[in-house]
């Protein structure tokens, strides 16, 4: 069954450094999603992609937080300066087509620690 | 602002016992979510639910949805251990935007 896949699973960084979270989202979707969750809190939103641009983003998705699909497979998330409080598992989520009685389908998750 | 709020938060129970949980949300939406997540782990889709008077089972969970008390319910039967995770209910607005989660709901069940 097809399915979402993140890299890594797991990044370490110093505050202040960039950091790229990678997502393949399922093929045949159109809308893509970055979530968060800091540990033992809620999934909270952050963006939401769609025909190649920024459909909706959240307060928390400031200037220092970038989304890129550089090419046909791949969905970027950046983050340019991280600081402590950016440590929390991202995920990447997909969706296939609005209309479809269907759900967003979330990848495994990188867990992303700033020291 | 869409809120969506859960309870309880967290849950013991026993295997075989029957329980509800309930999520409540603050705007008008047809659509709502259940998926389940197992310690770090990513969420896994449990149910959509996307009319008033929406109602799912699988196995000994079952899931309904009355969007005029904009409130859904998790209804699990004869508990087992495999069931232990966190439960998070979701709703969003309109096909393809934003979820919005609830707090999510820590089950336990005991042997």
Redesign the interface.
């Known amino acids: 069954e097809p399915e979402v896949t993140q890299t890594p699973s797991h990044q370490v960084t110093q505050m202040g450094q960039e950091v790229i979270l990678r997502c393949v989202p399922i093929s045949n979707h159109l ?1 893509f ?1 970055w ?1 968060r969750q800091i540990l033992g ?5 952050l963006v ?1 992609f ?1 025909n190649n641009e920024i ?2 983003k ?1 307060e928390i998705f400031d200037d220092q937080f970038s989304v890129e699909r550089p090419d046909g497979s791949n969905f970027t998330l950046k983050i340019r300066s991280t600081k402590l409080e950016d440590s929390a598992m991202y ?1 990447c ?1 997909s ?1 296939r ?13 990188t867990r992303l620690t700033v020291l | 602002e869409l809120k969506v709020e859960q309870n309880p938060l967290f849950l013991s129970m026993q295997e075989g016992k029957n329980y509800t949980i309930y999520c409540n949300y603050s705007t008008t939406s047809d659509r709502l979510y259940w998926y389940r997540q197992d310690p770090g782990k990513s969420l896994e889709s449990l149910f959509v639910l996307l009319s008033n008077g929406a109602v799912k089972q699988e196995g000994r969970l079952m899931a309904s949805l009355d969007t005029k008390a904009r409130l859904s319910t998790l209804h699990i039967t004869a508990a087992v251990h495999d069931l232990s995770a966190t439960y998070f209910c979701a709703v969003d607005i309109g096909s393809g935007s934003r979820l919005t989660f609830g707090e999510g709901t820590q089950l336990t069940v005991n042997p």
């Not at chain 1, 809190?41 to 939103?45: G, S």
């Open positions: 809308y999603y979530y809190q809620k999934v909270e939103f939401s769609y459909s909706e959240s995920f989520a969706f087509l609005a209309g479809v009685t269907d759900t967003q389908y979330f990848g495994p998750g």
